[in-house]
Each structure stands twice: as structure tokens, then as C-alpha cells.
T-cell receptor, first 114, second 114 residues
Framework: DAGITQSPRHKVTETGTPVTLRCHQT?????MYWYRQDPGHGLRLIHY???????DKGEVSDGYSVSRSKTEDFLLTLESATSSQTSVYFC?????????????FGPGTRLTVL | DAKTTQPTSMDCAEGRAANLPCNHS???????VYWYRQIHSQGPQYIIH???NNETNEMASLIITEDRKSSTLILPHATLRDTAVYYC???????????????FGKGTKLSVIP
């Protein structure tokens, strides 16, 4: 257990509404990540963070923004949700700055955009 | 990252050792072998990684051949809770900013049979 929680765990929303997903860690690690997972596409990186206020884009960042004002929280915002953003969203952390490939994942948030 | 090849599926009797193979014949000298798994509806879970020596932790053992072109993940006493998709990936440690995305292939679906 890497001390990662995600909220909400399930959400149904309508097209055009803003949505914010929260990832919270209890271990004060620098590196945090947001992925989405879809059938046929596997796991895809949306954004990542390497410290407070330090974030960067991943492979599929269009339509998403992130914020990290505290070490323990990494927020993912869908500014105006679309049906193509229906997915399972996973947050992850790296415990080691030397080996960020060793990642620990949260339980996921299942988002449905109608 | 080097390409990996895994069998699509495997069965294992409960209580027996599960041996999951992975071929990575194009692996470079500075690439590590990582194993993750994903139990249905849960986030991916890091298992183990290694460079060239055999590795063991509380979850599994990793055996890497001397030429490093293949490896085997061993779950010594498989339980029903080990039923999952297992992913073998090859990565350079500390690849640098922007390359932290973990890319899983199709993996091996391990079914542990009672």
C-alpha cells in the first residue's frame, strides 16, 4: 500500500461540465502522475509533476490541466468534459527520484461523461 | 525502450509456482526489466525489477538469463488473488524528464485455478 487515495472513485457527469479529480499521497514523494486507461489503448500518461508547482504534459494532455500546490495533492481538471474523456483515471507516485520507473498506483477513478 | 514478448495467457494451479516468461532480445546494457501486474478493476501494481542478477522480494522472484535476452517472473505459491494480467517492460533507469510514462503491452493473463 503506497498511501495513495483518489477521489471520487466514481463519477458521472454531463458533457461540457468541469470535473476535478483528486490524488492524495501520504508519503511526500516528489513525482506524481496522472494516467488514463482505455480498452485498446492501454495506459497513457496525461500529466506528471516533479514537485510543488512543477508539472509537465504527457502523451494525451489536450483537454486536461493539473495543479500541485502541496506535495501531497495532485489535481486533474477536465475544463469542459467530453464523451471521449470517459475513462478510468489512475494516479501514481514514484518513491525514488533515481528510478521513476518504479511507480505505485492509486485505486482509480471511473469517470463517465454523458 | 526494448520490445518485449509475452504469452497471451497461462494457467497455474493454486499453490503451485507460476512461471511467467518474457523475451526482450533487443535489450540494451543499461535497460532494466520491470514487472507489473493489474488485477481486474484495480490499479497496476509494481512487482519487481532487475538488471542482470536474480532478484527476490516478498512478492516474487525475477530470473534474468545471462545474455539478458529473456527473463522469468516466479510467483512461488500462486493463490487465487494472483489472477491478473502481468506486464513485462524494459526501461532505462532515470530516463529523464518527459519519459516517465510506463507503457504496458498486452501482457500475460494469468489464471490461477483452484
Amino acid at each position: 500500500d503506497a498511501g495513495i487515495t483518489q477521489s471520487p472513485r466514481h463519477k458521472v457527469t454531463e458533457t461540457g461540465t468541469p470535473v476535478t479529480l483528486r490524488c492524495h499521497q501520504t508519503e511526500n514523494h516528489r513525482y506524481m502522475y496522472w494516467y488514463r486507461q482505455d480498452p485498446g489503448h492501454g495506459l497513457r500518461l496525461i500529466h506528471y509533476s516533479y514537485g510543488v508547482k512543477d508539472t509537465d504534459k504527457g502523451e494525451v494532455s489536450d483537454g486536461y490541466s493539473v495543479s500541485r500546490s502541496k506535495t501531497e495533492d495532485f489535481l486533474l481538471t477536465l475544463e469542459s468534459a467530453t464523451s471521449s474523456q470517459t475513462s478510468v483515471y489512475f494516479c501514481a507516485i514514484s518513491r525514488s527520484i533515481v528510478d521513476p520507473n518504479t511507480q505505485y498506483f492509486g485505486p482509480g477513478t471511473r469517470l463517465t461523461v454523458l | 525502450d526494448a520490445k518485449t514478448t509475452q504469452p497471451t495467457s497461462m494457467d497455474c494451479a493454486e499453490g503451485r509456482a507460476a512461471n511467467l516468461p518474457c523475451n526482450h532480445s533487443t535489450i540494451s546494457g543499461n535497460e532494466y526489466v520491470y514487472w507489473y501486474r493489474q488485477i481486474h478493476s484495480q490499479g497496476p501494481q509494481y512487482i519487481i525489477h532487475g538488471l542482470k542478477n536474480n532478484e527476490t522480494n516478498e512478492m516474487a522472484s525475477l530470473i534474468i538469463t545471462e545474455d539478458r535476452k529473456s527473463s522469468t517472473l516466479i510467483l512461488p505459491h500462486a493463490t487465487l488473488r494472483d489472477t491478473a494480467v502481468y506486464y513485462c517492460i524494459v526501461r532505462v533507469v532515470g530516463s529523464g524528464a518527459g519519459s516517465y510514462q510506463l507503457t504496458f503491452g498486452k501482457g500475460t493473463k494469468l489464471s490461477v485455478i483452484p
